[in-house]
């Protein structure tokens, strides 16, 4: 009996020492997973500091080259050369724009100079003129000059930095102010031009979009943060600073408190095994039972591990230390299309290539360690396409020598090929396949200072196909129009298209004027070939404007809006035709530029002024309404009619701001009007479509007190043809206010009887167009008569416009219209005598709405 309980005494020993052991073995692992799993998280967080870090430079390195090659389109260039390197003229440089304000309204540029040895020569902030030097704003007049002409005679043509102007950290680019032609050793002397950029939140915003990284900011260097990455700008005492991701930090908070939880459970579970180790012991004869099922569990678990790599997407490979494949799972037949007998055994260099470097010696790399590798490579099926993959290995590390490698292929084929397909639509137009805005300004900028040809395309009678026969058939139109430009042009040129029906043509060498008429006149003819969709056979035209570059040097910018003033010459001229860029051009658009500015100006210093023209009753006599019509009193040009200053007004910003003053001051005045009647006021599309205009009359009818019955909107065609829905919705909004709705020039357009069963119109007037020829076509005069048959059983109110003589208006009147308007019955006049017109009126019925 003692011998059999020193038999059991001593198994419960071995039972305890077991236990102990294999706790002591499990804290151990569990101290170094914990290890392990720091050194991953600092390995996650240095990798995320370095690419950040990588990107922010790339992006500021980006930035620099773009403002170098901006500033090299100006300094390079025979005209600034004649009139800046020696004594500058200004008027050639400011007041007709080459050097002047659109640098800083459009492009952005702080400060603008001309610096020499003897001082400041030229000097813009903020887009104006300014006597300061650059001294004034920046001690750095001598670095900047040194650099830039230091970059000149390495031929790298601009020079940029960073400095601090005017208490900012800013970029500047610089260069030697010379003609094209010159040789790099003599103009190191001469005049510098400095393009100064502030590093405002706005450009650092831009800039770090496109580093894909968040915060980015400029700060004083000695308050950066341990968190923020930073990039020290030169010597300038600030850098340049961003949000660094923490994905370590991140996936220790993540983990630990789940570690934490299976630690606990861990003790438990251990002190459960202490305690039943004594019952454990009794049960040792079973051991032998025990190890039949750990051993079967064993091969369960192996045959587990079996499954999961065979049913994986990717494909596992192993290697001997000579790196010849050993193993490669089934998945490697499936996806490859090879046996795997036929690879076993050979250099697994025959099946990979890497176009960065040699397989085997990246894996002898991996040799002395136990990290995990990835390499980009590619392999052939069995059909002997080449595939993109990317494959992970490790060595295989037995009493500290190497023995193989392991690892895994994943087939990246589609994935790079989803990102081909993105970069190529970010430079492409998905519809006709031609290459976008972005692209055309790559290859404008990579050809640089060669000669080129750039034709601005318009198609004519393009609109009238898409609203008769939809939107598929101009798909179908563009598409062909595409194509033939494409069969027009040579592989050195470029077609683009910009979005639309504009198109442009970039023709390198274009040799002289009569090969580039020949050219054009070969566009022209092949777009005007019949084009044939769903049996129907549509035909357009097309109108070019031409610059060129050799003529007319410029960015890619420039050129793009010189062609297009140059089209629009040629749409004037009767459309099918092309126009070149000329000075006389320029000169349109620098005065056109200039009457914005001075309306700008205008609205502001309340030059304008408001006409009123009467709207009568049939009879001649009762004033029923009055339509405002705005004039602009020029302090130069004298009183300007409206078709002066609409259109350039809606071209802009000012539209909005014009059709307010509109709106605001015809309400004013009728609340004074000594008769409670209508006062019209026409809304322009752009204003439309650019403003809350419900916000705008409702805010109108508020400030002036005016009954909103007494307001008449009159709403173009062109309104509903932008944006059905929205018109719709927005026109309802304008009803319930109260306001009434009168659709202008009825008749002109394509689908105006839709419009009318559609928007909720109180009135419409029918074009003068149709009145001017009352007397004299009978066809005309049975439109009138259908429009106000019309108007009539739709309940709206129907107004004649343009009557100028008594016979219009008699037949008129025969014809039952409602109110009629023309110079017959009064000419648009101030508001004082349209007050005296309504005083002296007879048969004035005051209570008209």
């Not at 490579?377 to 494959?391: A, L, P, V």
């Amino acid at each position: 009996m003692d011998a059999t309980f020193g038999s059991n005494s001593s198994r419960s020993q071995v039972v305890r020492q077991l236990t102990l052991v294999f706790s002591s073995l499990l804290l151990l692992i569990l101290l170094l997973g914990l290890v392990s799993l720091y050194r991953i998280a600092e390995s996650l967080d240095a990798r995320e500091r370095t690419q950040s870090r990588f990107h922010a430079e790339s992006a500021l390195a980006q930035l620099q080259k773009s403002e170098r090659n901006y500033l090299v389109s100006y300094a390079v260039w025979q005209a600034a050369y004649e009139h800046l390197a020696g004594r500058v003229d200004r008027h050639w440089a400011y007041d007709e724009d080459n050097l002047g304000e659109t640098l800083y309204s459009t492009d952005g540029y702080e400060g603008v100079f001309v610096l020499g040895d003897d001082g400041t020569h030229y000097a813009m902030l903020e887009g104006r003129l300014s006597e300061q030097g650059f001294e004034r704003y920046s001690g750095s007049r001598t670095q900047v000059l040194q650099r830039a002409r230091q970059a000149t005679l390495q031929e790298e043509q601009a020079a940029s930095g960073y400095l601090v102007f005017n208490g900012q950290p800013a970029l500047y680019t610089a260069a030697v102010i010379r003609p094209p032609s010159a040789r790099p050793s003599l103009p190191s002397a001469g005049a510098v031009l400095v393009f100064v950029r502030l590093l405002s939140p706005k450009v650092l915003g831009q800039l770090g979009r496109s580093a894909g990284l968040s915060g980015f900011a400029v700060v004083a260097a000695p308050q950066v943060q341990a968190d923020q990455g930073r990039l020290p700008l030169e010597d300038s005492g600030y850098a340049l600073t961003w949000h660094i991701e923490q994905p370590g930090a991140d996936l220790l908070e993540t983990v630990l408190l789940p570690l934490a939880l299976a630690l606990l459970i861990i003790a438990l579970v251990m002190a459960l095994c202490a305690r039943y180790a004594m019952r454990a012991s009794a049960g040792m004869d079973r051991s032998h039972h025990a190890l039949a099922a750990s051993k079967a569990a064993l091969q369960a678990s192996e045959a587990r591990f079996k499954a999961v790599a065979e049913a994986a997407s990717d494909w596992i490979w192993e290697t001997d230390a000579q790196q010849n494949l050993t193993y490669l799972s089934a998945r490697f037949t499936e996806l490859t299309g090879h046996p795997v007998e036929r690879w076993l055994q050979r250099p697994i260099s025959d099946l990979f290539d890497c176009d960065t470097g040699q397989v085997e010696t990246w894996l002898h790399g991996l040799a002395g360690s136990e990290s995990t590798g990835s390499l980009r490579c590619q392999y052939r099926d069995h059909h002997e396409q080449r595939r993109e993959c990317r494959i992970a290995a490790k060595a295989i590390i037995e009493h500290k020598a190497c023995q193989g490698f392991r690892g895994t292929c994943t087939d990246i084929t589609d994935e790079v090929a989803a990102h081909a397909q993105v970069q190529h639509l970010s430079l492409h137009d998905a519809l006709t396949g031609l290459p976008n805005r972005n692209k055309l300004f790559r290859f404008l900028e990579d050809a640089g200072v060669g000669e080129l040809a750039l034709l601005m395309l318009d198609l004519d009678n393009f609109k009238p196909i898409n609203d008769s026969l939809g939107h598929p058939a101009g798909d179908a139109v563009l598409i062909e129009v595409a194509r033939r430009l494409g069969q027009v042009t040579r592989d050195t040129d470029l077609v683009a298209r910009l979005g639309g029906d504009e198109f442009v043509i970039v023709l390198a060498r274009p040799g002289k004027h009569d090969e580039v008429d020949r050219f054009c006149a070969r566009v022209v003819e092949a777009l005007k070939r019949p084009i044939t969709f769903e049996q129907h056979k549509v035909q357009v035209g097309v109108s070019l404007g031409v610059v060129l570059s050799a003529e007319y040097a410029g960015s890619p910018s420039d050129l793009i809006r010189y062609a297009d003033v140059a089209l629009y010459s040629a749409k004037q001229a009767g459309k099918h035709t092309w126009r070149y860029f000329s000075a006389q051009l320029n000169s349109a658009l620098l005065e056109k530029r200039e009457l914005e500015r001075e309306l700008r100006e205008g609205i502001a210093r309340g030059e304008l002024r408001l006409h009123f023209q009467p709207r009568y009753k049939v009879d001649g006599v009762t004033v029923a309404s009055a339509e405002a019509l705005v004039r602009w009193q020029h302090p130069r040009l004298g009183l300007l009619r409206p078709d002066r200053f609409i259109a350039l007004a809606e071209e802009s910003d000012l539209i909005v701001q014009l059709g307010n003053w509109v709106l605001q001051e015809a309400c004013t005045l009728a609340r004074g009007w000594p008769l409670a009647i209508l006062v019209s006021v026409n809304m322009s599309p752009a204003q439309f479509s650019r403003s809350d205009v419900v916000r705008d009359v409702a805010e109108a009818l508020r400030h002036t007190g005016l009954p909103a019955h007494r307001l008449e909107l009159e709403i173009t065609e062109n309104v509903m043809l932008n944006d059905v829905e929205g018109a719709l919705h927005t026109m309802n909004a304008l009803k319930e206010l109260g306001v009434r709705l009168n659709m202008d020039d009825f008749g002109t357009g394509y689908s105006s009887l839709g419009y009318l069963r559609t928007y909720p119109f109180d009135s419409i007037k029918i074009d003068k167009r149709f009145v001017q020829s009352l007397g004299t076509s009978s066809s005309d005069r049975s439109v009138v008569q259908a429009i106000i048959n019309l108007g009539n059983a739709m309940g709206m109110t129907v107004t004649a416009e343009g009557v100028e003589t008594a016979e219009q208006l008699a037949l008129l009147c025969d014809d039952q219209c409602h109110e009629v308007q023309g110079y017959l019955l009064s000419r648009p006049v101030e508001n004082r005598a349209l007050m005296q017109l309504m005083a002296a009126g007879e048969g004035v019925d005051p209570g008209v709405s």
